[in-house]
């Protein structure tokens, strides 16, 4: 008898190597069984041989179920149905049987383990709504804190209506490896189709936090109603568009169509390109159309001031709590990307993007805070510790690792955690260089950040990481081949 294969739901949205979980706690593995056949004493012990095969399932059995206040016994055990219906001899279809009855019961296990998985990794993406909402409260002047906040609960019910609507069926609608690229889907509007629910909730968390990274730049200078229908047309239109490109089985970018983009398609796990660089450009638009708040960069009779013009934040206790709590939520963000839990290749990704996430942001904190130190203190003479900074670089730390978080090895994390910091402060000066106001900063962090990570991925990638998430280790990492093809000489130099 041979070993099932695990069934590894949702292939179309992400694609893992399809390894046998790691349920030795209660698996019913042929080895087991085979193992018993061959005990001398087993031959002629039926009933044992299939009880004790029958223990093992019933494991799988009683996790399935919803027990609350029943117990295993009111229902007949798979042993029960099995020798009811085939008798007690010891047969081929009796083993046949007890086996399939283990295989449904620990199909039944994964499948719940993988939806709460999911359901619980959105849970904390849309937890990062609190660090927006609080990040851009304490990023701008008091008098505008209560706009803000409202802003950000309407990114969360505007954008609900419009990935119910019409978000969802662009992105991942009709999907379907055999038709070829598409630019968006065309199926299962307003949820009408065969939609796990699990993915769309998770899926609902990613659009509402592109969404919201426009909410701060824009603070201060926009009307409600035009806000709210930006929010409804970024999670409807903008973000399906992005994320069908990449991660759609039909997206043109996908690493998962039958022929990927040059091989491989764009390596991006969690979005920094579709999620947070779509983002940052969509808030580079609505600044440039704004235009700077008053006072910002010219005073009243439009002459350029020597200096930009100071406007926050008000309360950098709002700020760090943003900050810490967009920190939290990303752990849902990065390791929740790799869909499924229940399985040992699927529990490696999941740990190495949460080891990388942890790395990227406190590398980008440092490198931010202390460049900026050596920076001032060149300029000034004195030694300041910039918190804005420290805080920014460790969310562009996060944003840029976002894309390579279960591709590249913990030192490459490190690695492009510091760059991002040096990113974010050249790219913040180049804001107020080109007089684009941006109210919390979202542009470097964002934009910037995710293309910083985008363009890391494809030159850290490990082999051995993509083959564990992807299955496939085409177009490497430029660093990473060029230190292979050196050390493929130098090996053979020295063995001549």
């Given at each position: 008898?041979?070993?099932?294969?695990?069934?590894?739901?949702?292939?179309s949205?992400?694609y893992?190597?399809?390894?046998?979980?790691n349920?030795?706690?209660?698996?019913?593995?042929?080895?087991?069984?085979g193992?018993?056949l061959?005990?001398?004493g087993a031959?002629?012990?039926?009933?044992?041989l299939?009880n004790f095969?029958a223990?093992?399932?019933?494991?799988?059995?009683?996790i399935s179920?919803?027990?609350t206040?029943?117990t295993?016994s009111e229902?007949?055990?798979i042993f029960?149905?099995?020798?009811g219906?085939?008798?007690?001899d010891?047969?081929?279809?009796?083993?046949?049987?007890v086996?399939d009855g283990a295989?449904?019961?620990?199909?039944?296990?994964i499948?719940?383990?993988n939806?709460?998985?999911?359901?619980f990794?959105?849970a904390?993406?849309f937890?990062?709504?609190v660090g927006?909402?609080?990040?851009?409260?304490g990023?701008?002047?008091?008098?505008n804190?209560?706009?803000?906040?409202?802003?950000?609960?309407?990114?969360?019910a505007?954008?609900?209506?419009g990935f119910?609507?019409?978000g969802?069926?662009?992105?991942y609608g009709?999907?379907?490896?055999?038709?070829?690229k598409?630019f968006?889907?065309?199926a299962?509007f307003f949820?009408?189709g065969?939609t796990?629910?699990?993915?769309?909730?998770?899926?609902?968390?990613?659009a509402?936090?592109l969404s919201?990274i426009v909410?701060?730049t824009?603070?201060?200078?926009?009307?409600?109603?035009?806000?709210l229908?930006y929010?409804?047309?970024?999670?409807g239109f903008?973000?399906p568009?992005?994320?069908?490109?990449?991660w759609?089985?039909n997206?043109?970018?996908s690493?998962?169509?039958?022929?990927?983009l040059w091989?491989?398609?764009v390596i991006?796990f969690?979005?920094s390109?579709?999620?947070?660089?779509?983002?940052g450009v969509?808030?580079?638009?609505?600044?440039?159309?704004l235009?700077?708040?008053?006072?910002?960069?010219?005073?009243?009779?439009?002459?350029?001031?020597?200096e930009?013009k100071?406007m926050?934040?008000?309360s950098?206790t709002?700020?760090?709590l943003?900050t810490?709590?967009?920190?939290?939520?990303?752990y849902?963000f990065n390791?929740g990307?790799?869909?499924?839990?229940a399985?040992?290749a699927?529990?490696?990704?999941?740990s190495?993007?949460?080891?990388n996430?942890t790395?990227?942001?406190?590398?980008?904190a440092l490198?931010?805070?202390?460049?900026?130190?050596i920076?001032?203190?060149?300029?000034?003479?004195?030694?300041?510790w910039?918190?804005t900074?420290?805080?920014?670089g460790c969310?562009?730390?996060?944003?840029?690792i976002?894309?390579g978080?279960?591709?590249?090895?913990?030192?490459?994390a490190?690695?492009i955690g510091?760059?991002?910091g040096?990113?974010?402060?050249a790219?913040?000066?180049?804001?107020?260089?080109?007089k684009?106001?941006?109210a919390?900063?979202?542009?470097?962090?964002?934009m910037?950040?995710?293309?910083?990570?985008?363009f890391?991925?494809?030159?850290f990638?490990?082999?051995?990481?993509?083959i564990t998430?992807?299955g496939?280790?085409?177009?490497?990492?430029w660093?990473?081949?060029?230190r292979f093809?050196?050390?493929?000489?130098?090996?053979?130099?020295y063995t001549q």
């Open positions: 008898m041979s070993n099932a294969t695990v069934k590894m739901r949702r292939p949205k992400r893992l190597p399809r390894r046998r979980g349920f030795d706690a209660f698996a019913l593995s042929p080895p087991v069984v193992s018993f061959l005990t001398p031959l002629s012990t039926t009933n044992s299939i095969v223990d093992k399932v019933d494991v799988h059995r009683y179920q919803s027990v206040t029943s295993m229902d007949p055990s029960e149905v099995c020798t219906q085939l008798g007690t010891l047969t081929v279809e009796l083993l046949q049987c086996s295989e449904s019961a620990k199909d039944d296990v499948s719940g383990v939806s709460f998985y999911l359901i990794a959105g904390l993406v937890f990062m709504q927006f909402a609080m990040l851009c409260a990023s701008i002047r008091e008098k804190v209560k706009n803000v906040l409202l802003w950000n609960l309407l990114d969360s505007g954008g609900a209506f119910w609507s019409i969802y069926a662009f992105a009709g999907d379907d490896i055999t038709k070829g598409t968006i889907g065309n299962d949820l009408s065969e796990d629910m699990e993915f769309w909730f998770f899926q609902y968390a990613f509402c936090a919201s909410a701060g824009i603070a201060e200078r926009t009307k409600m109603m035009a806000y229908c929010s409804i047309f970024l999670c903008v973000y568009v992005c994320a069908h490109a990449f759609s089985q997206g043109f970018l690493a998962f169509a039958a022929e990927p091989g491989s398609g991006d969690a979005g390109g579709p999620v947070h660089m779509c983002g969509a808030a580079l638009v609505m600044a440039i159309i235009g700077p708040r008053r006072g910002r960069f010219y005073d009243d009779d439009g002459v350029v001031l020597d930009p100071s926050g934040p008000h950098v709002l700020q760090f943003g810490f709590a967009l920190w939290f939520g990303w849902g390791p990307s790799s869909i499924l839990i399985s040992a699927s529990g490696d990704v999941a190495l993007a949460a080891v996430t790395l990227g942001s406190a590398a980008g490198s931010g805070m202390f460049t900026s130190t920076v001032d203190e060149r300029k000034t003479g004195v030694y300041t910039d918190t900074a420290a805080m920014n969310l562009t730390g996060l944003v840029a976002t894309a978080c279960a591709t590249v090895e913990p030192w490459a490190f690695v510091l760059t991002a040096w990113v974010y402060l790219a913040s000066a180049l804001m107020l260089r080109f684009i106001d941006d919390v900063d979202a542009i470097p962090v964002h910037f950040g995710g293309s910083w990570g985008v890391c991925t494809g030159l990638t490990s082999p051995r990481r993509l998430a992807y496939n280790d085409n177009n490497v990492g660093y990473v081949m060029m093809i050196r050390l493929r000489y130098a090996r053979q130099y």
